[in-house]
C-alpha cells in the first residue's frame, strides 16, 4: 500500500488567510492525486483532480500542486464555507486517502 | 445529473455479513470508463477506499479487506452491492458509494470519486 500522509492534522486560521495543506506519498504517485472537501455530516466533494485541475464549479481560490510524492492544496483567502475537513487520495495504485486536515475557524 | 444513493441495514450483528447497495441514476455502468466505488468512514475517522467495479467487470479491491470484500454490479437495474463479510464492531461507520469515469488527464488515464451518495450509517454490536 502506498501511505498517504497529510499535515497538519488541524489547523486554526481566520477568514481570509492563506491557508496551505501538505500531502505526503510514502512513493513517487507522478501526479494521481485528488483533494476532496467534506463538511460535518455530508458526504466528501471534489475539489482538485490529478494534482492540479480544478472541479467545476469550485471556486478559484483553490488551487493543488506537486507531483512525485509532494502536493500542496492552497486556500488562497479562506471564507467561512471554507471551514470543514480536507482530503488527499491517490489514484496511482489504488485509491487510498490521506488521514485528513480539519480547517476550523481562530 | 448524476446521483447515487446508499442502502441497506442500519444494524448488524457480529459475524454477521453486510450487503449494501447502491442505486444511481444519470449515468450506465455499461459505458466504457465508468465505474462505481465504495468507501467507508469510521467514527471520528478518515476515509477508506474498500472496493471498485467497472464497466467491464473489472474488480478492484483494497489489500487489507480483500478477503471480506465482494463487489458486483446489476446493470439492468442501476445497482451495484457491496458485501462484507464476518463484521465487528470496529467496522461501525459511515459507508458510501461514489461514481468513477477514467479520464484522460494530460494524456494519462486518470479517475477520481465524483459526486458520492450522501452515505449510509451501519452500527456492529449484538
Known amino acids: 500500500d502506498i501511505q498517504m500522509t497529510q499535515s497538519p492534522s488541524s489547523l486554526s486560521a481566520s477568514v481570509g488567510d492563506r491557508v496551505t495543506i501538505t500531502c505526503r506519498a510514502s512513493?513517487?504517485?507522478?501526479?494521481?492525486l485528488n483533494w476532496y472537501q467534506q463538511k460535518p455530516g455530508k458526504a466528501p466533494e471534489l475539489l482538485i483532480y490529478?494534482?492540479?485541475n480544478l472541479q467545476s464549479g469550485v471556486p478559484s481560490r483553490f488551487s493543488g500542486s506537486g507531483s512525485g510524492t509532494d502536493f500542496t492544496l492552497t486556500i488562497s483567502s479562506l471564507q467561512p464555507e471554507d471551514f470543514a475537513t480536507y482530503y488527499c487520495?491517490?489514484?496511482?495504485?489504488?485509491?487510498?486517502f490521506g488521514g485528513g486536515t480539519k480547517v476550523e475557524i481562530k | 445529473q448524476i446521483t447515487l444513493k446508499e442502502s441497506g441495514p442500519t444494524l448488524v450483528k457480529p459475524t454477521q455479513t453486510l450487503t449494501l447497495t447502491c442505486t444511481f441514476s444519470?449515468?450506465?455502468?455499461?459505458?466504457?470508463?465508468?465505474?462505481v466505488g465504495w468507501i467507508r468512514q469510521t467514527p471520528g475517522k478518515a476515509l477508506e477506499w474498500l472496493a471498485l467495479?467497472?464497466?467491464?467487470?473489472?474488480?478492484r479491491y483494497s489489500p487489507s479487506l480483500k478477503s471480506r470484500l465482494t463487489i458486483t454490479k446489476d446493470t439492468s437495474r442501476n445497482q451495484v452491492v457491496l458485501t462484507m463479510t464476518n463484521m465487528d464492531p470496529v467496522d461501525t461507520g459511515t459507508f458510501y458509494c461514489?461514481?468513477?469515469?477514467?479520464?484522460?488527464?494530460?494524456?494519462?488515464?486518470?479517475?477520481?470519486?465524483?459526486?458520492w451518495g450522501q452515505g449510509t450509517l451501519v452500527t456492529v454490536s449484538s
Open positions: 512513493q513517487s504517485i507522478s501526479k494521481y
Open positions: 444519470g449515468f450506465s455502468l455499461t459505458t466504457s470508463g465508468v465505474g
Open positions: 461514489a461514481h468513477t469515469s477514467i479520464t484522460m488527464v494530460r494524456g494519462a488515464p486518470n479517475n477520481w470519486f465524483d459526486p
Open positions: 467495479i467497472y464497466w467491464d467487470d473489472d474488480e
Open positions: 487520495q491517490q489514484c496511482y495504485t489504488s485509491y487510498d
Open positions: 490529478a494534482a492540479s
